[in-house]
């Protein structure tokens, strides 16, 4: 333990000292453009990556994907010592609408102690404060403290549509004890944050056509039915007044929330009053009992997104439409599917409306590491020895990732880890990092591998 804590000191004392140069080296990096959505920069920025890689003894690679390369890199100090996978990715949002930026997007900039740039906070400083950790530890002592894998995807901007397939075919490439993702933003009081899993995701269309045309509600109401009546009524079997959904089936297999779950959930801070105010909200969704985090961490939702049909302009139209349209997506929390909801949802439909047409769209299964997970003692560590304070404990985030990928795929235990600040305005004009959260971050990913040699 004093060992570590010695080691760790000095690989600290370094970072302290090579602040000014990190910064400079980070700016460096994030002028390159890498915009997946447009193709712009993205072969330049991976072989910049590899060569980075390659400079701190790496073996490094980037690996063809049906679309932009997957930056892979290695360094096995023991096989003794535990491998982590750190993943990240190297592209960027585009930066429109440029005319908002108060400094161009890729000439980066210090105001107020942030660096101002597109990708600073998503993702490119994030994985960047991973690189200088480890540079870091080879300044000072030589060699890692345990085996790294790098896996920096050029696709995440765009929904990561060959992540899947690519860590199926490179599986034994990827071959680590845990993953660790730093992306995303910190608590937005600056506290660290631990998360374990994300929901899942699953789209749908219902469809429900009658006439083969539009009729005059007068000339035909009472003998045409209405698609929209039809949807209406539909909708209502799906979920109760109450928030319930009554999908039959749909919601028996999800497992409740284990007590270590229930015990982080109960710490995690929450002004409930202060969302209400930001959202207009005098109340939120029913169920009305069911706790905040309980509602966005081991519940599935049922949300109707936009039901369409008829006319809704200006006035009045006596029209009774031939056709109407509901979107619908499911939150998925484990062990739900999308395939298992889509099976559900057909035929609950075929049950109550069998005119009806059911489209599956897109879908994404959820992902979940335990949080008794023998490497969670020592990711606290880390985290209390970089920032000084424990880091919250999120069991799971309302929103989809494709974490699966390495917790059902590679079947590894996968955790984030994020260093922005709340307010790093990703995806939006005026992206930043504040240079203090740059620098945690660079010691969080320094303790890490410290701590998780121990
Ligand atoms: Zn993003």
Known sequence: MTETNERLDAVFAHIEANRDDFVTRVMDYVRHPSISAHDIGIREVAALLVNHLEGLGFEAEAVATRNHPMVLGKRIVSPDKPTVLLYGHYDVQPPDPLELWESPPFEPTIRNGRIYARGIGDNKGQHFAQLLAIESHLAVHGELPCNVIFLLEGEEEIGSPHIAEFVREHADRLDADLVVTSDGPLHESGAPVVTFGVRGVAGFEL????????????????????????????????????????????????????????????????????????????????????????????????????????????????????????????????????????????????????????????????????????????????????????????????????????????????????????????????????????????????????????
């Open 207 to 454: 469809r429900a056509r009658t006439a083969s045309r539009d009729v005059h509600s007068g000339n035909f109401g009472g003998v045409v039915p209405n698609p929209l009546w039809t949807l209406v009524h539909l909708l209502a079997t799906m979920k109760s007044p109450e928030g319930e959904i009554t999908i039959a089936g749909l919601t028996e297999p999800v497992i409740p929330a284990t007590n270590s779950e229930r015990e982080a959930v109960s710490r995690l801070p929450l002004d409930l009053d202060a969302v209400k105010a930001d959202l207009g909200l005098t109340k939120l969704d029913e169920p009305r009992e069911r706790g905040y985090y309980d509602r966005l961490m081991f519940h599935p939702t049922l949300t109707i997104n936009g039901l369409h049909g008829g006319y809704a302009g200006p006035g009045m139209k006596t029209v009774l439409p031939c056709e109407a349209f509901v979107k619908c997506d499911i939150r998925l929390v484990e062990p739900l599917t999308p395939d298992y909801v889509f099976e559900k949802v057909a035929a609950h439909v075929a049950e109550h409306a069998p005119d009806v047409e059911f489209v599956p769209l897109n879908g994404m299964l959820p992902s979940k590491t335990p949080m008794d997970s023998p490497f969670v003692p020592h990711i606290r560590r880390a985290v209390l020895a970089a920032r000084g304070v424990e880091p919250l404990m999120y069991p799971t985030v309302g929103g989809s990732l494709p974490d699966y990928v390495f917790t059902k795929i590679l079947g590894k235990p996968a955790f984030v880890i994020p260093y922005a600040n709340a307010d790093e305005a990703n995806h939006a004009p005026n992206e930043n990092l504040e240079i203090v959260r740059f620098i945690d971050g660079i010691r969080t990913g320094a303790a890490l591998l410290q701590e998780l040699s121990a």
